[in-house]
């Protein structure tokens, strides 16, 4: 799933940044082809998005990790043969 991610004008100079985030996927139509439709749509202060993606990030990076040490193993196990 893809997101668009654009600014939204504030209300305020005083109020928080504010982002738009548009939840997109790409489906075919009737006729084979590709089109992108949005699932969904959220608002949310531009801090509290930074705070949330390095979360995921850092979790990905954890994950990638394991990953990569797995992928260790497996090559030593061919490499053994």
């Known amino acids: 799933m893809a997101k668009v991610i654009s600014a939204v004008e504030a209300a305020t100079a005083e109020a ?8 997109t996927r790409v489906m075919k139509n009737a006729n084979g082809n590709d089109v992108t439709v949005m699932d969904y749509q959220e608002e949310k202060d531009v801090d509290s998005a930074i705070a949330e993606t390095e979360t995921r990030k850092a979790s990905l990076e954890a994950s990638l990790a394991e990953v990569e040490a797995e992928l260790v193993e497996y090559k030593a196990i061919k490499d053994a043969e």
Do not use: E, W
């Not at 928080?16 to 939840?23: R, S, Y």
């Open 16 to 23: 928080p940044k504010i982002v738009l985030i548009k939840h």
